[in-house]
């Protein structure tokens, strides 16, 4: 018996030393495993993170990439229309100003007066007081009412109709759609260059398409390209000029092409085209 009880005891002492192996071994892998699992499915969730933040990144990158050449792309562009402006062939008169052809902020043609508090480049200061005396002898009744314009002044011309817009109803983007449509974004505007004029009745001076039955824009659209002058908005002409029909609004460009674009009834931007 005194045999049966000491191996009855080895074999109870064996297992319990293998229940204390596998405990321990249970306790190691236990403790071990899940933080094992959640350390790899945290990194995984790290590695998700910095994938997404370097794709936003690279966006981001190319997305200012695009600004500063599309930025880059339009002072070239102001440059070269000062450049124009500035030269002594004469494709000044040419110079292409709208919302895509900026006009450098900063340009100051050299003006003369033509009538009280209006001026013009000086280089059509002649030809614009030929076309306004021209009209009066014939008995027409008209007046500058805005010519040369700096680019302060075209922004507060803005400002005040974007305002009349907001007064209206309109949210401000909105109100910055619609002012874009008859007014020219400060920097793109045409009056800045000191080639555009706008002339109006003196019976009916609102700035509409009425504007367009008065005797006085007759005699204008008619005869305009006689003194090297273009009607630069003309009706349904809106989606390549960018503005809507302006029948007040006259553009120096020189005779000969001015004749041209008249008779072939198309825009500054067309023939610039051809
Ligand atoms: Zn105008």
């Known amino acids: 018996m005194g045999i049966d009880n000491a191996r ?11 229940i ?6 249970i306790g190691v892998v236990g403790g071990i495993l899940p933080s094992i699992i959640v350390g790899k499915v945290r990194s995984s969730i ?8 370097i794709t936003s990144l690279t966006k981001e990158k190319e997305k200012l990439t695009k600004e500063a050449k599309a930025k880059k792309e339009t002072v ?7 450049e124009k402006l500035s030269s002594e062939d ?34 059509i200061q002649e030809e614009t007081a030929k076309m306004l005396e021209d009209a009066a002898a014939e008995g027409l009744n008209m007046y500058v009412v805005s010519a040369y314009r700096d680019y302060e002044t075209q922004r507060g011309v803005f400002n005040t109709t974007m305002v009349d817009w907001i007064n209206q109803g309109y949210s401000p983007l909105d109100a910055y759609d619609e002012t874009k449509k008859s007014v020219a974004v400060p920097g793109t505007s045409e ?5 555009a004029l706008d002339i109006v009745s003196s019976t009916y001076d609102a700035l509409d398409e009425q504007q367009a039955e008065t005797a006085e824009a007759k ?18 002409k809106s989606d390549v000029t960018g503005i809507v029909f302006e029948p007040w ?22 023939y610039l085209e051809q």
């Open 8 to 18: 009855l005891r080895r074999r109870y002492e064996l297992r319990l030393k293998k």
């Open 20 to 25: 204390l192996v596998v405990g321990i071994v």
């Open 46 to 53: 790290q590695k998700k993170k910095y994938e997404t933040e």
């Open 76 to 82: 070239e562009a102001a440059n070269l229309s000062v």
């Open 90 to 123: 004469s494709d000044w008169s040419l110079v292409l100003v709208n919302e895509s052809h900026p006009l450098d902020t900063g340009y100051t043609p050299e003006v003369a007066a033509i009538t009280e508090g209006q001026f013009v480049d000086a280089r």
């Open 191 to 195: 009056h800045a260059t000191g080639l």
């Open 219 to 236: 005699w204008l659209a008619e005869n305009c390209w006689k003194y090297g002058f273009i009607l630069r908005y003309p009706v349904s």
């Open 249 to 270: 609004h006259y553009r120096y460009v020189g005779k000969d092409v001015a004749k041209e674009i008249m008779e072939q009834n198309i825009t500054l931007e067309e």
